[in-house]
């Protein structure tokens, strides 16, 4: 069983579309992130959410809006792409914010045209 | 403000030879916790080993062991016998233990395991 997935794990898209990423987790987990990994593998925190709560929103461009529809879902959607977007959008779950192991999802590898 | 830093983009090591990888933080927060990750070719991250701040002893699972050094704020990754399957990517992390507990990642260490 798949703890932490994602779908879908390949999107290739033109500039200006919208288009969401799907993240579920099934380890009874309370907090979720979103971190997005450039070409040079740096990664870093974009949002999370505990409990359907928002708890971080980094500074991340507003076309970019997370939605958790219950704790075990963390969706991304994306408007507006720019080239820029192009990289890994990971999710992530922690049984509890301050959780001692966050476990990742396989990664969405967003290629933006 | 809290950072990390990873200061080799690359390390190689032969086969069944240990490899340490460094790893050194900064933060003024009393309590954080201190992670190891791994990123094969695949891409996924893979969760090795985990120590927290107020940990007395150092953390080891398996052939992976972090040697924490506070005063010097460093937490190394130690591989012993390394395998051909080693050669990944490793990220340090960091949590801070209060606000919104936020993780902040290194730049990342590719290890390369030689025959």
């Known amino acids: 069983d798949t703890a932490v997935s994602q779908t879908p794990k390949y999107l290739v898209t033109q500039m200006g579309n919208d288009k969401s990423i799907k993240c579920e987790q099934n380890?009874?987990?309370?907090?979720m992130y979103w971190y997005k990994q450039d070409s040079k593998k740096f990664l870093k925190i974009m949002f999370s959410y505990n409990n359907k709560e928002l708890i971080i929103n980094e500074t991340v461009p507003n076309r970019f809006s997370p939605k958790s529809p219950d704790k075990a879902h963390l969706n991304l959607h994306i408007n507006s792409l720019e080239l820029g977007d192009s990289a890994v959008y990971f999710c992530?779950?922690?049984?509890?914010?301050?959780?001692?192991?966050?476990?990742f999802g396989p990664g969405t590898r967003l290629t933006v045209l | 403000a809290q950072k990390i830093t990873q200061t080799q983009p690359g390390m190689f090591v032969q086969e069944k030879e240990a490899v340490t990888l460094d790893c050194t933080y900064d933060?003024?927060?009393?309590?954080?916790?201190l992670f190891w990750y791994k990123q094969p070719s695949s891409g996924e991250m893979i969760f090795l080993i985990y120590q927290g701040s107020y940990d007395q002893q150092n953390a080891t699972e398996g052939r992976y062991s972090l040697n924490f050094q506070k005063a010097r704020k460093s937490a190394n990754l130690v591989i012993s016998a390394s395998q051909l399957g080693d050669s990944a990517m490793y990220f340090c992390?960091?949590?801070?233990?209060?606000?919104?507990?936020?993780?902040?990642f290194g730049t990342g260490t590719r290890l390369k395991v030689l025959a």
């Open positions: 992390a960091m949590r801070s233990n209060r606000g919104t507990y936020k993780y902040i």
């Open positions: 992530a779950s922690s049984l509890l914010a301050g959780g001692d192991t966050q476990y």
């Open positions: 380890l009874g987990h309370d907090t």
């Open positions: 933060t003024s927060d009393p309590s954080y916790g």
